[in-house]
Nanobody, 122 residues
C-alpha cells in the first residue's frame, strides 16, 4: 500500500517560514512529486512540482518565495516556504506520480497525502 505522509504544517506570522516534508512508502518507482494547496472555499491548486531529476516548476504566486526539493534516497520531498503571506493559508497536499511530470490539471497524480494545515496570520 502506497502512503504519503506529510509533516511541517503550523501557524506562523506573516513573513515567517515553514518547511513541509512528504515521505513516500510502499513503492520504489515514484517519479514526479508535487505540492498542492487548497484554501477555504477555493479549488485545489498546484504550488510546485519536481521531476525525479530535480527540475522544478512553481505557480507564479510563490515564485521566489517557495523552493521544492527532494531526496530520492529517502523518498522524501520538501517545500521550503519563506516570506509567507496570509494568502498562503491553506491545507497543503503532497502528490506523487508515476509520470515524469505533474501538471496543473492534476491528471498525472497517482497518490495524495492527507494534507497538512498552514496558517499565516498577521
Amino acid at each position: 500500500q502506497v502512503r504519503l505522509v506529510e509533516s511541517g504544517g503550523d501557524s506562523v506570522q506573516t513573513g515567517g517560514s515553514l518547511r513541509l516534508s512528504c515521505t513516500v512508502s510502499g513503492t520504489f518507482s515514484i517519479n514526479a512529486m508535487g505540492w498542492y494547496r487548497q484554501a477555504a472555499g477555493k479549488q485545489r491548486e498546484l504550488v510546485a512540482s519536481i521531476t525525479f531529476g530535480g527540475s522544478a516548476d512553481y505557480a507564479d504566486s510563490v515564485k521566489g518565495r517557495f523552493t521544492i526539493s527532494r531526496d530520492n534516497a529517502k523518498k522524501t520531498a520538501y517545500l521550503q516556504m519563506n516570506s509567507l503571506k496570509s494568502e498562503d493559508t491553506a491545507v497543503y497536499y503532497c502528490a506523487a506520480s508515476y509520470s515524469p511530470k505533474i501538471s496543473p490539471g492534476a491528471g498525472a497524480v497517482d497518490y495524495w497525502g492527507k494534507g497538512t494545515l498552514v496558517t499565516v496570520s498577521s
